[in-house]
């Protein structure tokens, strides 16, 4: 009778599942959180064990917590989960939310394989990802659902616990769960495991266990140390008696005896023990409160004994033994016996105990308060200072260490050359050496100046040079080459002259080598800065710790060597200059770069020289950073070097073994393999040619709106038609559009003159600001009249006077201009094939700020005026010829708005040939377009050129005298007399 029933109840579930909605369930369970459920849990000493389930038949269960989530799919053995039996599923778990699924599970039973006991179960997939179990029977006493984590997170099982693949539960290493635990929802019960009680002897003798969480650790007692030392002591590493006496306890003063677990010191003689120091036996201080060394001595302590030393300037009577009482110390005689001890340059005096110095003619003493010595040696004196004039009038003298060098100024040059003769040499005028000199047959003058320099170096090698005898030398070939900012004229062409470069280059060569011999010792940089040259010159010596990368820089440009590298084939010592010479870009012009595209030279040529040494290549590349303007988008800066020519093949500049590093829009670097003279050459590609039919266009274009403007300046300076008119405004709106147009016509053609072409561009931003002006006083003075109309006032003059009008119209353009050129003044010249506004600096918002503001305020005029308006167009309805007079009046409106404002607008869309077209034909009938609202449309200047057609200007003029109301137009005139 009880399985009938429990058959129908269980029928009955399967019937309410597959007809009532599974939601339901979702929504109706009871969350079972029992931590021993967990199918790893073994304990069956926990109270309550055996647990049963009965009470949990026929009940909608999901299964959270640290027992797992899931019921197990397999056999478990006994005495698992917290009770004798467990029930496993033997089913697939359903996947599809909401439907469920209903399956057998067994028990455990006697032995796994058999199956025991089934039981009817229904498993639900609720949204969220979890599943709820409903148990139909109860078969068996003592069994349980066990569970399993379908997913192991770190906290799985809880604190001190770790969860398996497969979803079981145990604690970490050094824990288990203590007899007698009940786990619970928030913790597995893993405690730690005292190894040191539990296992006696567990870390050997000679040694003590220490209990740490989940672990332990052995030490050895005081005295004794483990077998293996890098391993801990353990009953395999046992702890054996340390001799201390190997680690030298007691000291150089000392014997060691070890005993076991201890060890007795015995010091020697000059010791004595010192319980509390390292190491235990301390040396004995004789010489404390002493006099054993005997008189000017002094005694110094060493470890077991002392030392005695005579006092400075003091020696023992036998040289050779210490000084002690009776090996008394005397006196030493200093400038025999040290024979640099005043320093350099100076004499010595010997006195008892000490001795005295005095510094050679012409050098003294820094601090004549001090003797001389290392410290405060006698320095040179400084003949140029103190001697003026003493290398003669107009020379340059330099001091150095011991003597001095003369020089001369830039545009002289000494009459022996550069090799200076004291009491012969003078400086000269360069063309007046120029003048005497005669050239061998087919040689100029200035080449043969360059080439008696250049024999002069190189027959010379000894020769010593100050900087200021460098930069003359350079400054004076650079004069002679037509080239540099002494150059009375530029004498060489756009190709350059890479012949004559070529040779100042070897002569700077040889001048830095001599410049290098005068630099004195040790690590040390020099740095000389004309206006032809600017160089930058570093030198080490033999010890010194200069770094590794040595950083010079001229004229903005740096450069980054390794200059240990290179010393260090050569002895120690190494120097490098770098330097520019100004005007050695005109001699090697970029035209002697290679290449199909437009070069154009963008930096100064710089110069990196290593004197005496072979620097074909380095080990380390060195890097070079290059000061330039913005690189325009259609460019390529390339790193070159000056290829010295052969017969092979012609001087040039070359890229091989340079590369640019990285580039900015400011500067780049640029890497070579080796030292030259180097240059930084932009390549741009060739423009898109021109558009022959556009040029043509704007060309006939433009004519036409010329004429039309010629037309209506002519017609509103010489037509009268009414005398109460004031046409300022548009008279010089006109004036101003024609001119510019005409000079837009040629502002291409001087891009090659430089001062013409800056005067044409300033002058056209001018023009076009002033007729902008001009545009917003014309709309001022609408929008003054249209006010005058809306209040149906009677004036006798129509906006603002003339001279007020001639202030601002001029006044506001020249303002603009001048302080665009007083604080830009470059940025009026050649941009983009034409004599315009330069892009650099944003230096083209001087034009295009003050038109935008203009429009802007155009806009707001246009704006009012038809607001100002709106209540005269109200009260005109009624009248048919006011309605039509009205009609005319915004129509030269809106047409005077788009005519002076809105056709300027296509400038900024020129993407196609349609746009490009429609602004070609708007823009420059812009005079058309006034002629025709402001002449043609106007009866009363028709009146006037029928007149002026038919010679009719002393006919009298029907209806009487011309009506005294004050109007821009006769359409405003007409208007207001039927308003008034």
Known sequence: MMNCCALALLLGSLFVLGHCGSLDYCDDYTNITDTWRNYLFSSTLMPGFPKDDHHLTLKWLRFTGIGGDRIITSCLPKNRAGSVNSVYLEFSYPTNESLPATGTAYTNGLLCGSKYYPIQISVVLCPGGFYIYNRASHPHGYLVIATYHYECNRDSCGPLAECSDIGGCSCVSGFRIPPGYLPTPQSYGCVDINECKETTGLCGPYSSCINTP??????????????????????????????????????????????????????????????????????????????????????????GAFTCACHLGFTPTAPGQEPNKTNICIDIYECVAYTTICGPNSNCTNSYGSYACACLPGYRLNNHDVIASITNPCTDIDECSETPGICGKLTVCTNVPGTFYCSCPDGFFPSTGVLWEMGITFCKRIQDILDAIKPPEGQTKERAFLCNMGEQLQNNTDVVLPGATVSNSLSASMEVSGVGPRASSITVSSEGNGEIGSVILDISDHLVAAMVRLSPPNQTTIAVQTPTVDLTLHTIDPGSHDENNVALSAKGQTMEINLQAIASTNNGSAAIAFMTVNGMESLLSHQYFQTENTTQMYSDVFTAIIPTINTTNLTEPVNFTIQHQKVPDSGIVTCVYWKEGSQEEPMQWSAEGCWVAFSHENYTVCSCSHLSTFALIMQIGEPPPGNPFLEWLNRMCVIIGLFFLALAIFTFMLCSWNPKINNTARLHLCLNLFFTHLLLLWNDKYVDQKLACKVMAGLLHFLVIAGFVWMLLEALQLHLLVRRLSKVQVIQRDGLPRPLLYLIGYGVPFVIVGVSAVIYSDGYGATDNACWLSRKRSFNWALTGPVIVILGLNWVLFCATLWSLRPTLVNMKSDVSQSKDTRLILFKIVAQFVILGCTWILGLYQTNLFFQVLFIILNSQQGTFLYIVHCLLNKEVRDEYIKWLTCSFNKPKEGGSVKDAPSVSEDWDKAEEKTG
Do not use: M, R, W
């Not at 650790?217 to 054996?240: D, R």
């Not at 070890?258 to 120091?277: I, Q, R």
């Open 214 to 303: 989940g672990s332990y650790y052995c030490e050895c007692l005081k005295g004794f140390q483990a077998n293996n030392s890098a391993s801990p002591p353990g009953s395999s590493n046992i702890c054996k008696d340390t001799d201390e006496c190997l680690d030298n306890v007691c000291g150089d003063g000392g014997t060691c005896l070890n005993n076991v677990g201890s060890f007795v010191c015995k010091c020697l003689k000059g010791y004595h023990l010192v319980p509390a120091s390292t190491p235990l036996c301390q040396d004995v201080d004789e010489c404390f409160n002493s006099t054993i060394c005997g008189p000017e001595s002094i005694c110094t302590n060493t470890p």
